[in-house]
């Protein structure tokens, strides 16, 4: 009986192999094993958890306004910034104050703690003096993600990832990777393959992929895979709803190759800071977050995403330790800025004679700012004020858009939108980004409005 057993089993793993040879032949599975059609783009996503103040970074002031007490950086710790170091310059005799940096031919005036992206001017897009209309945290992370407020603690419209992944990266093998970003995935008319895959860090999700070779050998696992590949699309042709099978045939195409040799190493933190070691891993606050940039650049490389997004914080400085604040901020702009050089460095996967980086989308968000006043804790709170950064060939670089007002508390009016004259939100600078991929924002958004002079 047991020789009979065995000898089923031998035979059934040779018809398997068969099938998983005609399914490595079939448009599906080619549509994962190589580079997918239908665009060359990438996109990065970045959530600066926990509300930044925007005065040490991308919305400087220089002057003694306020509400109540001048706005002050007297509590600021500025041994920790090598930007100000290297800027040779004290406080201007003022407790109140601080140098602002601006290399020649910046048009963007930035805070000391803004580090080497303030090397990479001419690529940014700031966007000032955002109505962000929240001083909660998930209310406001989900407003930068999505356009739209929490509605009864439930969020309600789908993240931007999402929507590019929806767009563009449908036949990837990772459409959109989420590390604690605010992915979301809302609505019925979305693409399932295009759903977020959601992980606490690129390690993790690494693990989770090794599998155990106690019962089955790889070989047989992988023939077993593609048999059922097979099957799942045959039943797909027949059925008369063919998605949930489709759904099936995805599902095990693609576990064939996420855990084969390559898409290990993508997941493999040791690996990962060797093939990029620019990162400074090291770094005190930020450096644990590098890995992601460093998943981006090599998932990239291979043309296996679309989408990656990934937290990086907190900021979230209410009191006396609010002295770190200028050095996460250096430390993430940092890694931005070594994001961008490795980006320059690394051949388009499909097109020939191009850099990632001319096909390379970035976005940097936070749910608020803070404060321009310290508090009686020695530091700042929430505050409904805010500002982006985004780095794209399809963005005007070198550019400023948007403003708080005179006394640096909130946004100000400064473009006459269809709904008459008012300061600019998430959701404009989310349909803005929709747009400049010609994909209509009304699809997905139900509020914003482009901007186009932010578009190149």
């Not at 962000?132 to 931007?160: E, K, M």
């Not at 794209?392 to 006394?407: L, M, Q, Y």
């Amino acid at each position: 009986m047991c020789t009979e057993r065995g000898n089923s089993r031998r035979n059934f793993l040779k018809i398997v192999g068969s099938l998983g040879a005609a399914a490595a032949a079939s448009p599906l599975y080619r549509a994962f094993a190589g580079p997918g059609a239908g665009t060359d783009e990438f996109f990065v996503f970045i959530h600066a958890q926990g509300g930044w103040d925007v005065t040490l970074g991308l919305d400087p002031r220089n002057e003694k306004t306020g509400l109540i007490v001048p706005a002050t950086t007297k509590n600021i710790d500025y041994a920790s910034l090598t930007r100000w170091e290297n800027d040779s310059a004290a406080l201007d005799g003022d407790e109140y104050s601080f140098r602002i940096v601006q290399p020649a031919g910046s048009k963007i005036p930035f805070g000391p703690a803004i580090g080497d992206l303030a090397n990479h001017y001419d690529r940014l897009t700031v966007v000032n003096g955002l109505a962000v209309n929240t001083v909660s945290h998930p209310d406001g992370t989900v407003f930068a993600a999505t356009g739209r407020h929490l509605a009864g603690g439930r969020v309600a419209a789908t993240s931007i990832d999402t929507m590019m992944a929806n767009e563009f990266g449908a036949e990837q093998l990772f459409p959109a990777v989420s590390i604690r970003y605010p992915s979301s995935f809302v609505g019925q008319t979305l693409d399932r393959r295009a759903m977020p895959l959601l992980v606490d860090s690129i390690g993790s999700m690494g693990k989770s992929l090794v599998r155990s070779t106690r019962y089955e050998l790889p070989e047989d696992r992988a023939a077993v895979t593609s048999m059922l590949t097979d099957e799942a699309n045959d039943l797909a042709a027949r059925a008369a709803d063919p998605s949930a099978w489709k759904g099936f045939g995805l599902q095990f195409a693609s576990l064939q190759k996420m855990i084969g040799g390559p898409v290990q190493a993508l997941l493999d933190t040791n690996k990962l800071k060797l093939a990029q070691p620019s990162f400074d891993y090291a770094a005190q606050y930020m450096g644990q977050f590098a890995p992601n940039a460093a998943f981006a650049i090599e998932a990239m490389k291979q043309n296996l995403v679309r989408s990656v997004a990934f937290a990086m914080g907190s900021f979230d400085t209410h009191g006396a330790d609010y002295t770190d604040q200028g050095q996460k901020q250096q430390e993430m702009f940092n890694v931005i800025a070594r994001l961008i050089e490795a980006l320059d460095a690394t051949p388009h996967p499909t097109k020939t004679g191009s850099k990632l980086s001319e096909h390379t989308h970035i976005v940097v968000v936070s749910e608020f700012c803070r404060t321009p006043q310290v508090n009686l804790g020695g530091g700042r709170d929430h505050y409904p004020n805010g500002t982006s950064l985004i780095i794209s060939p399809r963005f005007k670089g070198n550019t400023v858009f948007g403003a708080s007002d005179t006394e640096q508390l909130l946004p100000k009016a400064t473009r006459a939108f269809t709904d008459g004259d008012r300061s600019i939100g998430p959701p404009d600078v989310l349909a803005t980004f929709l747009s400049a991929f010609g994909v209509d924002p009304r699809k997905y958004m139900r509020d914003g409005e482009p901007v186009p002079e932010m578009l190149k």
